[in-house]
């Protein structure tokens, strides 16, 4: 038998397989680096509130019953009145915690501040907070005005008179 096919076949496929060895390879792209996402952050020991507070109404008056409620709602007073201003809000969801700030500013008609406060307040459901102002040597007669804001806004107000 011959083997002269096989042969001239077997030097042929070694001269093409030493001849692409020889070849300069093309350099290969670059492998773009690994694709890093930022850690997921990290879920603060509080959760976030999940409700909203509102001012329900604002009410004036000289007297505060046990259940925190004005005894009688009044919008003229006496020189010697103690003045209350009760702020009852409601929370949108009953059962959770909002924490807010609650203010009231006191002013006479001039525009002078007589009074002015905030509060921190963790707001759950419906509720009540008072608020007072008083002076032993009686106010000056005239017109005044009591601002309540929650967390820096002015949401109602209330003018009353002092005779």
Request: hydrophobic residues 40%.
């Amino acid at each position: 038998m011959n083997n002269r096919p096989h042969d001239a076949l077997a030097v042929a496929l070694i001269a093409a397989l030493a001849l692409a060895g020889c070849n300069k390879k093309e350099e290969a792209a670059p492998i773009p680096p690994p694709v890093v996402q930022a850690p997921a952050s990290i879920p603060a020991s509080t959760p976030a509130p999940t409700g909203t507070v509102s001012i329900v109404s604002v009410d004036i008056g000289n007297g505060v019953a046990a259940n925190a409620k004005l005894a009688v709602p009044a919008g003229a007073f006496d020189r010697k009145d103690t003045i209350h201003a009760v702020v009852s809000t409601a929370t949108s969801d009953p059962a959770a915690k909002v924490p807010g700030k609650l203010g009231v500013k006191w002013t006479y008609q001039d525009g002078q501040v007589v009074n002015e406060e905030t509060r921190n307040i963790d707001f759950t459901g419906s509720g009540t907070t008072d608020f007072q102002i008083s002076k032993p040597d009686g106010w000056p007669a005239g017109k005044y005005k009591v601002e309540v804001s929650l967390d820096g806004n002015v949401v109602q107000s209330k003018d009353f008179e002092v005779k």
